[in-house]
């Protein structure tokens, strides 16, 4: 199945002879067949005829908007996979304490150990020594394991945890990429960018895979609810945060695939952002990525993709 990212401005999208079409404004077409289609992505000013809406609501084809910056704005979705049944038994597991700190556990696990993988594989190819916080980040793996007996302690630990990582991490980025810590409305250097626009992209990607189960999105397990978030779809993404978006992100910036000049700043709306070339070739590397089968899963005897 394919995805199509659409955020050149003044675009627009339809479908002729059963198949969706992207004109833009330079007259060029991208045209790909309906059947093919699993999501679209929309960023920015982009058109989109009732014809194509209609094909798309028939489909299953989810259309999901954002802004020209990356800003999630909502989706458009069919009610095809409305399972009430399933989302009574999910709305009920909210009642079983001990389901929800095991499943915590679990996720934030895995969460952690990634980041230290992650830590691992650039520092070796920077010479850079991060025993001592490797051991703090395991640490908190072991109280984790042994000592929280709370959600609350989990994600207590799970922060001490990513305050490290992302010390460390500002040390393996190019120098020409300053980062010195996390920041996300609005991203204020080129690294926080990338992490933010792939974070909204696999929030997105995750809450399209949970509405296909006829699941809800938004009855989450760990994360606390918030209004108009798809909580249950934040629980499940933390654990690929690292492998999947900031190792993208640290091998463009790191492997100078992206440059200075493929990010800007806007008076209007304070922050970094990517430019149109920036952003073309970030799309591609993040959906190459997530396309990438490994044998991950332990419970099956082959290779699968991680968008599966």
């Known amino acids: 199945m394919s995805y199509l990212y659409v955020a050149e401005q003044g675009a627009t999208i339809g479908i002729t002879d059963n198949r969706f079409q992207v004109k833009y ?3 060029m077409l991208k045209s790909i ?4 289609l699993e999501v679209i ?4 000013k982009v058109q989109i005829t009732t014809q194509c809406l209609e094909e798309c609501l028939k489909r299953g084809v989810n259309i999901i908007f954002y802004s020209t910056y990356g800003a999630y704005y909502g989706r458009l979705i069919s009610t095809a996979h409305v399972n009430v049944q399933r989302q009574r038994i999910q709305a009920e597991i909210w009642k079983d304490d001990q389901f929800k700190l095991i499943f915590s556990k679990r996720i934030i696990d895995a969460k952690i150990r990634n980041q230290i993988v992650i830590l691992r594989r650039y520092a070796r ?10 051991i703090e980040m395991q640490n908190a793996i072991e109280k984790i394991k042994n000592s929280a007996v709370t959600i609350g302690q989990v994600m207590g630990y799970e922060g001490i945890a990513a305050k490290v990582y992302f010390k460390v991490l500002g040390k393996l980025i190019d120098s020409d990429f300053t980062f010195k810590g996390r920041t996300k409305r609005p991203p204020l250097d080129p690294f926080n960018s990338l992490i933010s626009l792939g974070y909204s992209i696999m929030l997105n990607e995750i ?7 006829g699941l809800n999105p938004y009855f989450g397990i760990m994360h606390k609810d918030r209004e108009k978030h798809p909580t249950l779809a934040s629980d499940l993404m933390e654990e690929w945060r690292a492998v999947l978006i900031d190792s993208t992100a640290l091998s463009m910036l790191n492997g100078h695939e992206l440059e200075k000049e493929d990010f800007y700043t806007n008076v209007e709306q304070p922050g970094v952002f990517l430019a149109k070339d920036g952003f073309k070739s970030y799309i591609k590397k993040l959906e190459s990525k997530l396309r990438t089968e490994n044998k991950y899963l332990s419970y099956v005897d082959y290779q699968m993709s991680f968008q599966c």
């Open 125 to 134: 190819s920077k010479g850079a020594d991060i025993d001592r916080p490797v």
């Open 41 to 44: 992505e929309i960023f920015g």
């Open 33 to 36: 067949p309906a059947e093919t």
């Open 207 to 213: 809450y399209g895979k949970l509405e296909a189960k």
């Open 25 to 27: 404004k330079d007259g």
